[in-house]
Nanobody
Framework: QVQLVESGGGLVQAGGSLRLSCVASGRTFSTYAMGWFRQAPGKEREIVAGISWSGGSTYYADSVKGRCTISRDNAKNTVYLYMNSLKPEDTAVYYC?????????????????WGQGTQVTVSS
């Protein structure tokens, strides 16, 4: 069992930056690929970024490519999502998720564990 807890969300002006963190419980964090998803009101949940268990490979959705960086620290059981040049359309609840499969999958069903989400609101 893995429990995920996100933090770092908040209200930020367009053009600003945020760093989201997701801390995992348990000793098996380093065996999971991790992903960050987001869900805006009235929209489907979408993948933002993914990272392999080792951190050696990453994936970014086209909508955030060049503006986001995903990283992980397996010693701290933590995955991060740094976002800059934020836009109002980035407003959403952001979730981290853990997968025993390949990183970067956009299918929610490929992820075994989910956090409760953290709200990111970008004002124009």
């Amino acid at each position: 069992q893995v429990q995920l807890v996100e933090s770092g969300g908040g209200l930020v002006q367009a053009g600003g930056s945020l760093r989201l963190s997701c801390v995992a419980s348990g000793r098996t964090f380093s065996t999971y690929a991790m992903g960050w998803f987001r869900q805006a009101p009235g929209k489907e949940r979408e993948i933002v970024a993914g990272i392999s268990w080792s951190g050696g490979s990453t994936y970014y959705a086209d909508s955030v490519k060049g503006r986001c960086t995903i990283s992980r620290d397996n010693a701290k059981n933590t995955v991060y999502l740094y976002m800059n040049s934020l836009k109002p359309e980035d407003t959403a609840v952001y979730y981290c998720a853990a997968s025993k499969g390949s990183f970067g999958s956009s299918r929610s069903t490929d992820y075994n564990y989910w956090g409760q989400g953290t709200q990111v609101t970008v004002s124009s």
